[in-house]
């Protein structure tokens, strides 16, 4: 069986983290890339989740920040303010992993509402911890699957800042974290360039660049050495299918 949109943006988010690092991890498909990565070439990530866990190694799926399988073998459990205070913003975290409704240019994302603030087409659930993951982790990777109503080339909210309207005024206000590295989809990676803006660096197999182009609100530009991803090894899905995530919460 061929890997499904959602397996392939998991594979390709897990096969950025390196062993060793310590990342914060969401729910979701980010939830699902640390664990495939510690069960492959990462055995040694340090899995922080945002309830307040610390070092957590689960023997399976974790359903949310708070699922009492994160505590049995971690590390250390302590409270939210200390997971933000003592280990985000003193710059302890590698990696942040984000989702949202939108991602615009320049990697600003938006999760709280889409259209007008005060007469919203659709409210969304908000930050939670994404805003200060955005701004304290040492890089940030978001997963998210490409559509044009994801890529406007400018959010209707920022909810968590990219690199606001360059990497020139995100070091102005302040953010100390390395902001955006790298965006996964089901089309292919794009990342960021000199000026902070997200250009196409990698495409899945067979997916085209007009294809990326054509589900990107923006005149989208495109790396001079475009590259081509790894398709999914047999035994990353069969750990996400049978291991992780065997009932297909979030993989179907």
């Not at 594979?11 to 890339?33: I, M």
């Not at 990565?37 to 990462?42: D, L, N, P, V, Y």
């Not at 005024?169 to 974290?177: N, Y």
Request: charged share 20%; net charge negative; glycine share 12%.
């Amino acid at each position: 069986m061929p890997p499904t949109a959602a397996e392939l943006m998991t594979v390709n988010a897990a096969r950025l983290l390196r062993d060793g690092e310590t990342v914060f991890v969401g729910v979701g498909l980010p939830n699902l890339a640390c664990n495939l990565a510690r069960r492959t070439h990462a055995p040694n990530l340090l899995m922080i989740y945002e309830a307040g866990v610390v070092g957590a190694r689960p023997s399976r799926l974790p359903l949310s920040i708070g699922d009492p399988t994160l505590v049995s073998g971690s590390t250390l459990v302590c409270s939210m303010y200390d997971i933000f205070t003592l280990y985000l913003q003193r710059g302890k975290v590698d990696v942040g992993f984000l989702g949202g409704a939108q991602i615009d240019r320049f990697g600003n994302i938006n999760a709280t509402v889409i259209g007008d603030y005060h007469h919203p087409v659709v409210r969304l659930p908000g930050s939670g911890g994404s805003m200060e993951m955005a701004a304290w982790a040492k890089r940030c990777y978001i997963i998210t699957p490409h559509q044009v109503r994801r890529f406007p080339e400018k959010v209707d909210f920022v909810t968590s800042a990219g690199f606001l309207q360059g990497r020139r005024q995100r070091e102005e206000v302040g953010l100390c974290g390395g902001g955006p590295q790298a965006v996964v989809t089901d089309l292919g990676i794009l990342e960021p360039d000199e000026r902070g803006e997200l250009i196409l660096t990698a495409l899945h197999p067979g997916v085209s660049v007009e294809q990326v182009r054509a589900n990107t609100g923006w005149n989208l530009k495109i790396a001079e050495n475009l590259g081509v991803t790894q398709p999914p090894e047999d035994e990353e899905l069969r750990i996400l299918r049978l291991e992780l995530d065997p009932q297909g919460i979030y993989l179907k």
